[in-house]
């Protein structure tokens, strides 16, 4: 079974120029997750979707970030314009949808890391 | 909201030993879901075991277990016989429905 995708791996800009990530979960999950981690802290969710519909974007800062999961399945992550504090490491998860009592995993791609200068 | 908090930002740990990370959580759901997670230096994040909060019986996983005591909201990983690959940060998150939280983390090293 293939896992979760993340690209790039890597990326550096300036601040105020913008970036896009993308993620494509595990096929079958219906649940996406983008998380920010900054170094030296735990991850922090930005946005969760259900299919293509969003759960949760509460921690979002929506006059920067925006995310979009069109058809369900893959999702894009963009940044416009870039700040400082935004350098991070942007992590992608995907699960299968809860099913009664039973928790649910998440799997996480292996995240890019974003610097920006 | 729920808050995580791991109070061990460094631990080590000898090769074959045992080692116990700590973590404590705040919650007013009476449904929720903890797990510890592993990030190796390659930043994969992996689930390393998961406990329902209606189970009394702590789970076990091979080497992993944990100690869920519910009433005093700690829920902390044991990880025996103590082998290079676990060196990693390790994660202690909860979940309640659609929500997951993190702590901050704690580095294991293993020394040879």
Known sequence: ?117 | AQTVTQSQPEMSVQEAETVTLSCTYDTSESDYYLFWYKQPPSRQMILVIRQEAYKQQNATENRFSVNFQKAAKSFSLKISDSQLGDAAMYFCASNTGNQFYFGTGTSLTVIP
């Not at chain 1, 921690?59 to 504090?85: H, Y």
């Open chain 1, 1 to 117: 079974e293939a896992g979760v995708a993340q690209s790039p791996r890597y990326k550096i800009i300036e601040k105020r120029q913008s970036v896009a990530f993308w993620c494509n979960p595990i096929s079958g999950h219906a649940t996406l997750y983008w998380y920010q981690q900054i170094l030296g802290q735990g991850p922090k969710l930005l946005i969760q979707f259900q299919n293509n519909g969003v759960v949760d974007d509460s921690q979002l800062p929506k006059d920067r970030f925006s995310a979009e999961r069109l058809k369900g399945v893959d999702s894009t992550l963009k940044i416009q314009p870039a700040k400082l504090e935004d350098s991070a490491v942007y992590l992608c998860a995907s699960s299968l949808a809860r099913m009664g009592s039973l928790p649910y995993e998440q799997y996480f791609g292996p995240g890019t890391r974003l610097t920006v200068t």
